[in-house]
């Protein structure tokens, strides 16, 4: 098993006006993942400042080496913690994060936002 890294931006808010809000949204998604990974294996949780979906908050990305990126928009900062942890250990067990569309949990079909393929291998 490779390990994943689940990328989640902390700075996400659903508009404008929530400027005020504490905790922002990606913030509270953050947090409710923290929460939630400290037994999970295979999963590390990095927050980042924004991703450039800023409109389609909240954010979060599955990424290992040789393995498929999977960039998430829209998501819940409740209702989609589980299908991401439950997505986040299939990604880390799979060996090129390639995993099958039909074993994906809901919010992981209906949320994805891009792919972005392995990087080529320069190595000489
Ligand atoms: S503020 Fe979250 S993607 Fe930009």
New binding site residues.
């Given amino acids: 098993m490779t390990p994943s890294t689940l990328f989640v931006?902390v700075?996400?808010?659903f508009s404008a006006s929530e400027s005020k809000a504490v905790p922002r949204p990606?913030q509270a998604l953050f947090d409710e993942l923290s929460k939630a990974i400290e037994h999970s294996d295979g999963i590390t949780l990095q927050p980042v400042?924004?991703?450039?979906?800023?409109r389609s908050?909240?954010?979060a990305a599955f990424a290992a080496p040789n393995k498929l990126t999977l960039v998430l928009s829209n998501l819940s900062p409740t209702e989609s913690v589980s299908d991401l942890l439950q997505f986040g250990h299939q990604h880390a067990s799979c060996t090129d994060g390639k995993v099958p569309y039909k074993e994906r949990p809901e919010t992981i079909k209906q949320k994805i936002h891009v792919v972005l393929p392995l990087l080529p291998n320069h190595s000489p």
């Fill in positions: 931006c700075l996400c808010r990606g400042r924004c991703m450039g979906a800023c908050a909240c954010v």
